[in-house]
């Protein structure tokens, strides 16, 4: 079983910044990687997928010193997110039932998460800090403790209140039994 856990971070001002331009340069990359695809398909009428974008950007990341410092798995799942984005445009046409709506290029303010798909490749949490790659480490509000093992992790700025980093773990059959007991307790 899967549970999801989301806990505030109280980044300094050295780290917000940081943390902003990781997010600029992920939802850059998610626009290079749209404008490919979109200019592959109305100049050659070919299609590119997500292995040749992944291929793209390991030769990019030489050149490009923003695109250098990303956590290469937290900008595969950006990737992988674009390829989902465009499977369910597909799946739309197809349907024939809804309105297709062809991804959309994202503005300064309509790209707001990344995510680590593999927990400790990027991101990692220690007592009450979250260390995260290139940002250092953050101070976090533990609100309740992790139970099980964290297999993901994402941060997400929330408007003005700050970031938050979700963090996706996989309960141990102990703490799944420890829950519902809590559970009978309280609601009987």
């Known amino acids: 079983m899967r549970r999801a856990f989301k806990y505030r971070l109280y980044p300094n001002r ?9 997010l600029e340069t992920h939802r850059r990359l998610y626009n290079a990687c749209l404008a490919q695809r979109r200019d592959a398909w109305t100049s050659e009428q070919r299609s590119v997928g997500y292995a040749e974008q992944s291929a793209w950007f390991k030769c990019e990341r030489a050149s490009n010193c923003y695109f250098e410092r990303l956590n290469f798995s937290s900008a595969q799942a950006t990737m992988r997110r674009l ?9 739309r046409i197809k349907a024939k039932a809804q309105k297709p709506g062809y991804p959309r290029f994202k503005a300064q303010g309509r790209f707001d998460s990344i995510e680590f798909p593999a927990y400790g490749d990027g991101i990692q949490l220690t007592g009450n800090r979250l260390r995260v790659q290139h940002v250092g480490m953050l101070r976090v509000k533990l609100h309740r403790p992790v139970q099980g093992k964290v297999k993901t992790a994402a941060l997400k700025l929330q408007g003005t209140s700050g970031i938050s980093c979700s963090c996706a773990i996989s309960a141990t059959r102990q703490s799944l039994s420890a829950w519902l007991h809590r559970l009978v307790l309280t609601s009987g």
């Open 14 to 22: 050295n780290q917000a910044r940081e943390m902003g331009v990781m």
């Open 83 to 91: 390829h989902k984005a465009f499977g369910n445009f597909f799946r």
